[in-house]
C-alpha cells in the first residue's frame, strides 16, 4: 500500500521560498507523475505541476515563473519549491501519485494515491 | 486553460436519496474526466477515473457517465458517509484543472 507524507515549515515569511518534501513509502518511486496540488482555506482545488522520471516536469502557467520540482529516487521522495510566496499561497498542500492506464488509443491520467497535506501559512 | 464548471454548487440530500452531480467543460475533453470525494480536513479521494471506471475499493453506488464536455457523477443510495464535497477534474489538456466542487450535505 504506497503512502506519501508532505513535510516542512507551517510558516513561510512573503518574499522568501517554500520547500516541501513529499516522502515515498510502500513502493518505489518508478515511473508515475508525481504531483503537488493546493487548495486555499474555504477554497477549491489547484494542480501545480508534475514531475516524472525526475527530468519530465509540468507546470501550471499560473505559477511557472516560480516553481520547481524534482525527484530524489535515492531518497523515494519529491520536492517542490515555490519563489517569492505572498499571502495568496497560504494554503494546504498535498502531494499525489499521477497514474495512467492505456485504454486504446489514449493513456488516460487520474491521481489515485494522495498525502494528507500539509498546511503552509505566510505570513510575517 | 479548460474550465471545469460543476452543478450544483451545494445540495442537500437524504439517506437514500439518488444524488446527481454534473460537471460541464468548456472544451471537449474526450473521457478524460476524474471524480473525487474530499471530506472536511481531509485529502481528496479518487472515485471515477476515465469518467465511467470505478477507482478500486470504492462502493458501486458510485457511477460516471459523459463524454465530450458533459460529464455526470451519480450516488445510487446516499448513505451517511457521502457527505462530502466533490470535485472534477480533467486531464485531456495541461493545465489538468478541477470543478470549483459539489457540497452534499444534510
Known amino acids: 500500500q504506497v503512502q506519501l507524507q508532505e513535510s516542512g515549515p507551517g510558516l513561510v515569511k512573503p518574499s522568501e521560498t517554500l520547500s516541501l518534501t513529499c516522502a515515498v513509502s510502500?513502493?518505489?518511486?518508478?515511473?508515475?507523475?508525481w504531483s503537488w496540488i493546493r487548495q486555499p482555506p474555504g477554497k477549491g482545488l489547484e494542480w501545480i505541476g508534475y514531475?516524472?522520471?525526475?527530468?519530465?516536469?509540468n507546470y501550471n502557467p499560473s505559477l511557472k515563473s516560480r516553481v520547481t520540482m524534482s525527484v530524489e529516487t535515492s531518497k523515494n521522495q519529491f520536492s517542490l519549491n515555490l519563489t517569492s510566496v505572498t499571502a495568496a499561497d497560504t494554503a494546504v498542500y498535498y502531494c499525489?501519485?499521477?497514474?495512467?492506464?492505456?485504454?486504446?488509443?489514449?493513456?488516460?491520467?487520474?491521481?489515485?494515491?494522495w498525502g494528507k497535506g500539509t498546511t503552509v501559512t505566510v505570513s510575517s | 486553460d479548460i474550465q471545469m464548471t460543476q452543478s450544483p454548487s451545494s445540495l442537500s440530500a437524504s439517506v437514500g436519496d439518488r444524488v446527481t452531480i454534473t460537471c460541464r467543460a468548456s472544451?471537449?475533453?474526450?473521457?478524460?474526466l476524474n471524480w473525487y470525494q474530499q471530506k472536511t480536513g481531509r485529502a481528496p479521494k479518487l472515485l471515477i477515473y476515465?469518467?465511467?471506471t470505478l477507482q478500486s475499493g470504492v462502493p458501486s453506488r458510485f457511477s460516471g457517465s459523459g463524454s465530450g464536455t458533459d460529464f455526470t457523477l451519480t450516488i445510487s443510495s446516499l448513505q451517511p458517509e457521502d457527505f462530502a464535497t466533490y470535485y472534477c477534474?480533467?486531464?485531456?489538456?495541461?493545465?489538468?484543472?478541477f470543478g470549483q466542487g459539489t457540497r452534499v450535505e444534510i
Open positions: 476515465s469518467a465511467s
Open positions: 472544451q471537449s475533453s474526450g473521457n478524460y
Open positions: 510502500g513502493g518505489s518511486i518508478g515511473s508515475y507523475y
Open positions: 477534474q480533467q486531464s485531456y489538456y495541461l493545465p489538468w484543472t
Open positions: 499525489a501519485r499521477g497514474n495512467s492506464i492505456y485504454h486504446f488509443p489514449s493513456n488516460y491520467y487520474y491521481m489515485d494515491v
Open positions: 514531475v516524472y522520471y525526475s527530468t519530465n516536469t
